[in-house]
C-alpha cells in the first residue's frame, strides 16, 4: 500500500514565476519562525540582532530553494523528467530542501550568536525534519487526490466534446518512409498510432493485419515528426510523444496532467500540462 501511495505520479512544477514565489514565501516563513520562536539560543541576544538574524535566514532560505527549483534541475536531468515524478520525489525533495535550510541556518547561528553547542549543528535539522515531514506527507497526498479528482472531471468534458471526424481520410493510402536500424521502411500513414522517444532510441508504432508493431528509428524524434509535418492528424502532445489523434477515443487523467487512450492500444499517452488548452481544441476539431 505504502510502495503504491509513494510512487504515485504527481505534477513537476514547471512554471519558473511560480517557483519564485515559493522561493520568497519559503524565506518570509523562516523569518516570521526564527523571528517569533527564537530558537537556535536566539533569546540570548537582542531584539534588533534577532530581526537581523532572521532576515539573513530568510534570506538563505530563498537562495535554496530558487537553487534547488531553477538551478538544480539544469544539471540534474532527473527533475526534469515530469513523466516519472511521483509523490515520493516531490517528498523527498522537499525535505531535502527543508533539512538543507535548517543545516546552513543552525551552522549560521553558531558563529552568530556565539553559543557553540551540538544543539545549533546537529539537533535543529534533525528536529526540524522530523517536524515538518507529517505535513509535507499530508499535504503531497491531499494534494495529489484533489488535482487528481479535479482533473478527471474535466478529462471527461473533454471526451465528452471529442470529435472522431478522420483527419486522414483524403491521405489514407500514402506511405510515410522511415529510416530504421533495419534500413528503409514506408508505411502507411493511417496505420501510424504514435511516436515515442526512449533513453535509448525513438519509435513509430503502427498497426499491421490488426496488431500493434513497433520500429526502431535511426533519426530524432524532431526529424521524424517532420516527415508528418504535412498531417495535420499528427500532434506533438509531448516533448517525447507524438500521437495521430484519429486514434484518440477519450481522455482520462492523474496528478500530473491528460492522458490519451487509444484505440485497440492499451498505451496511454501523456499530454504535457502546458498544453492542455490546445490539445483539448485540437480534439475538439
Request: charged share 20%; net charge positive.
Amino acid at each position: 500500500m505504502f510502495t503504491k501511495i509513494a510512487n504515485t505520479p504527481y505534477p513537476l512544477l514547471q512554471n519558473k514565476l511560480i517557483k519564485v514565489g515559493i522561493g520568497l514565501s519559503w524565506g518570509l516563513f523562516v523569518i516570521f519562525i526564527l523571528f517569533f520562536f527564537k530558537p537556535l539560543n536566539l533569546d540570548t541576544i537582542n531584539i534588533t540582532e534577532i530581526l537581523s538574524f532572521a532576515i539573513k535566514g530568510g534570506i538563505i532560505t530563498s537562495f535554496i530553494i530558487l537553487f534547488n527549483t531553477l538551478l538544480l534541475p539544469e544539471f540534474f536531468v532527473p527533475m526534469r523528467n515530469e513523466m516519472e515524478w511521483t509523490i515520493k520525489k516531490e517528498v523527498l525533495f522537499i525535505l531535502w530542501n527543508v533539512l538543507l535550510i535548517a543545516i546552513l541556518v543552525a551552522f549560521y547561528s553558531f558563529f552568530y550568536v556565539g553559543l557553540y553547542n551540538l544543539y545549533n549543528v546537529l539537533l535543529f535539522p534533525i528536529i526540524s525534519i522530523f517536524a515538518t515531514a507529517p505535513f509535507v506527507i499530508t499535504y503531497v497526498i491531499l494534494n495529489e487526490k484533489f488535482l487528481n479528482k479535479t482533473l478527471n472531471k474535466e478529462a471527461d468534458a473533454i471526451s465528452n466534446s471529442l470529435n472522431y471526424k478522420k483527419r486522414l481520410t483524403n491521405q489514407q493510402n500514402e506511405l510515410v518512409k522511415f529510416e530504421t536500424t533495419d534500413g528503409v521502411k514506408n508505411i502507411k500513414v493511417i496505420d501510424i498510432i504514435f511516436l515515442s522517444e526512449t533513453k535509448k532510441y525513438v519509435a513509430v508504432y503502427f498497426f499491421n493485419n490488426g496488431l500493434m508493431n513497433e520500429l526502431k528509428l535511426k533519426m530524432s524524434l524532431k526529424d521524424a515528426r517532420e516527415q508528418l509535418r504535412k498531417y495535420t492528424a499528427f500532434y506533438r502532445c509531448q516533448k517525447k510523444w507524438v500521437i495521430n489523434l484519429d486514434y484518440v477515443t477519450s481522455v482520462s487523467a492523474n496528478a500530473r496532467g491528460y492522458l490519451l487512450n487509444l484505440k485497440n492500444c492499451s498505451i496511454r499517452v501523456p499530454v504535457s500540462r502546458s498544453l492542455t488548452n490546445e490539445i483539448t481544441n485540437r480534439l475538439a476539431k
